[in-house]
């Protein structure tokens, strides 16, 4: 059995409204990153704008083939990826020097729900812990978890435990524990564990883990753009980070929409971080994304625009110090306790 450590955000939850049709956009996707040399593990990259991934590592390559032949993962056809100019030129990378990229069929929730139909569904608990016990003698695990008293979802806002909770203990025990490092993630600092090597991916992960704020804004046409790329990076003194064609991904390239998720640059979304600036933030970013395109003439097929709430503490760390034995920090077989977070496995791709 597995235990999931939510940090207050549902799984599977999605971020925009499939009123239009469009693809359930996720903000996170599973990392699976196995023992081997840091640069190893650093090819497993998901990105938030259109959560692509390549495939390096020898195990993650066997799993993503599993994904494949169930259908819920495929290979990107012959995407053009680049850079913008400020001259409004785009600069694209040859075929040849890109490595293979994939993305889950209809967006990345079909992977995941995959993976918990394969796990089983009765198999998990997600619970919002403090405290893991061991029971020496099957080296299984059970918590203490906190129950929102208050049950509203604005007691979790900045990875914060509810105002008002109380503490029960799970009388079952579990075989795994896997920690989900949400939105600005401050859980993991505080679950201990009685278990000195579980405790250390704790520490690990703590150390290792850093922040960058994001800003995301979803834009839905009704006519396609003159922009012939799925993956730019402009320059970031346009205020835009990364802008991906979301809607040519695996298993939605003949919606009657094209959908386009921009990405703010680093500087701009650290400007509009607090959450009253939000619109502001957003009404920039869209100029930003018409104004460096040239495509302000189809503004008037833009159909809708969703964005996130606010600028995001996104974690993207790299913990990937050794633990003593030689383990990876996000996951310590003898511990049987891992870890998943955003960019765990890589740089981030956004600036």
């Known amino acids: 059995r597995i235990v999931g450590y939510c940090g207050g955000r549902s799984l599977g939850g999605r971020c925009f409204s499939e009123e239009w049709d469009l693809e359930a956009h996720r903000m996170q996707g599973p990392v699976k990153v196995a023992s081997g040399e840091p640069a190893e593990a650093?090819?497993?990259?998901?990105?938030?704008?259109?959560?692509?991934?390549?495939?390096?590592?020898?195990?993650?390559?066997?799993?993503?083939?599993?994904w494949c032949a169930q259908g819920v993962a495929a290979p990107l056809r012959s995407p053009r990826v680049g850079r913008w100019t400020l001259e409004g030129r785009f600069e694209a990378i040859p075929q040849g020097d890109l490595p293979q990229l994939f993305a889950g069929v209809g967006g990345m929730a079909r992977i995941a729900d995959a993976l918990l139909e394969a796990v089983g569904r009765d198999s998990m608990t997600f619970a919002v812990a403090r405290h893991f016990a061991s029971n020496p003698l099957t080296g299984r695990y059970s918590c203490r978890i906190e129950i929102d008293a208050a049950c509203s979802h604005l007691s979790f806002i900045g990875g914060n435990l509810p105002q008002k909770s109380e503490s029960m203990v799970l009388e079952e025990e579990f075989d795994?524990?896997?920690?989900?490092?949400?939105?600005?993630?401050?859980?993991?600092?505080?679950?201990?564990?009685?278990?000195?090597?579980a405790q250390q991916v704790v520490e690990?992960?703590?150390d290792n883990v850093r922040y960058q704020t994001l800003m995301l804004l979803t834009m839905v046409f009704r006519r396609p753009l003159p922009l012939h790329f799925e993956i730019c990076r402009p320059d970031p003194s346009t205020g835009i980070g990364l802008v991906v064609r979301a809607s040519s991904k695996p298993g939605l390239e003949h919606r009657v929409f094209e959908t386009w998720t921009v990405c703010a640059s680093a500087a701009?979304?650290?400007e509009f971080a607090l959450p009253k600036a939000k619109n502001d933030g957003l009404r920039a970013l869209e100029g930003a994304f018409f104004r460096t395109?040239?495509?302000?003439?189809?503004?008037?097929?833009?159909?809708?625009?969703?964005?996130?709430?606010?600028?995001?503490?996104?974690?993207?760390?790299?913990?990937?110090?050794?633990?003593?034995?030689?383990?990876?920090?996000?996951?310590?077989?003898?511990a049987?306790?891992?870890a998943c977070a955003d960019y765990c496995g890589g740089p981030p791709c956004v600036e």
């Open 268 to 270: 701009l979304a650290r």
């Open 204 to 206: 690990f992960l703590r």
């Open 336 to 338: 049987r306790v891992g």
């Open 293 to 334: 395109f040239g495509v302000a003439a189809f503004k008037k097929h833009l159909v809708t625009s969703h964005g996130t709430p606010f600028g995001l503490l996104w974690p993207h760390g790299q913990p990937v110090r050794r633990l003593p034995e030689g383990r990876k920090a996000v996951f310590s077989p003898e």
């Open 42 to 66: 650093s090819t497993v990259r998901f990105d938030t704008g259109c959560q692509w991934f390549t495939a390096q590592d020898p195990t993650f390559v066997e799993e993503l083939r599993g």
């Open 176 to 197: 795994y524990v896997v920690l989900a490092q949400g939105l600005a993630a401050k859980q993991p600092r505080m679950v201990e564990f009685e278990s000195a090597p």
